[in-house]
């Protein structure tokens, strides 16, 4: 299982803007590296992340070789209703890691 | 007769004060006043934030795989480390901080690399791990970071000495094409600029960090392979106790500051 580390509040006004931030373990490799057999090493990123809040898509973004090992990702979001947060990456050789956090709105 | 007394005692609340106010004067003189910085102050704000955020930090995802392996049983004992040290936030409180060290029976100094792997092949009789190979790392971020905020507290052995001695040496010695010491950066010229970096003073605070340029967590040592590399000298073997000696005397040479592994690093 991927390492993940999640940063979102667990408890939150009903229509304040809340920060959430993730960050995950992934050893990347951007597919311009040659290895040592002078072969270019084969792409190892994460294509997307998608964070749903329940089952409302309330972010999502795509990913390039030019983003860092181990990305970092924060966002905003309005605390609507209380409900689940549900992130997913999802990369290169059937990678797939996902983590919830429950946010109760007050 | 009273007055004699009152200026018997008047000279001794003088004499005392005095040689207080000399000694001090002398051990600030003899040692200066602390201007040791650790590279954290020499980082921009940026940095040190996400240095400070344990959801920003990369290197607590590293703690975090370190903890899993705490508690994994592995090897032909069968044994996970928290079987012997139980919770590592009280057995593991300021081990990193005292490291390297003489383990019992053994007669040389080995870094918590090496005393992590001397636990995996006696204890747990499992393969050690490949050096910083990611759980060797992952597991030294995570007994490393037990010992955030304590000061480095380098042991007294004397059996120690002569390696300290070795490592300042090695320190001190110019070597490679660029025919450069480690102390001419990192003492004579710490504070100036390398190119657009500022050159840290060398202590080792926060290792293993994660360090930007690397995308990854790495030791002291593949710093101190980098630093030999970056001089165009020969580098040590991977095993070689010349790094351990060196580790040794930057510990004792960081004694009292503060741990912040993991900490995040350029």
Redesign the interface.
Known sequence: MANILVNAPKTAKRGAVIEIKALIMHQMETGFRPGPNGQILPRNIIEHFTATWDDAEIFSMEMSPAISANPFVSFFAVASESGTLHLRWTGDHGFVAEEKVAIAVE | MRARYFAIALFLVFGASFALAQSQGQSQRGSGADTRRSGYQDMGPALQQMQD????N?G???V??GSKLWSARVGVAGKACADCHGDAATSMKGVAARYPAIPPGADRPVDLEGRIDLCRTERQQAPAFAHDS?DSLALQAFVAAQSRGQPIAPPDDPRLSSWRVQGEEIYRRRQGQLNLSCAICHDENAGKKLAGVTIPQAHPTGYPVYR?EW??LGSLRRRLRNCLFGIRAELYPVGAPEYVALELYLMERAKGMTMEAPAVRP
């Open positions: 955020d344990d959801t920003a990369p607590m995802l590293f975090q795989q990611q930007l995308q990854g």
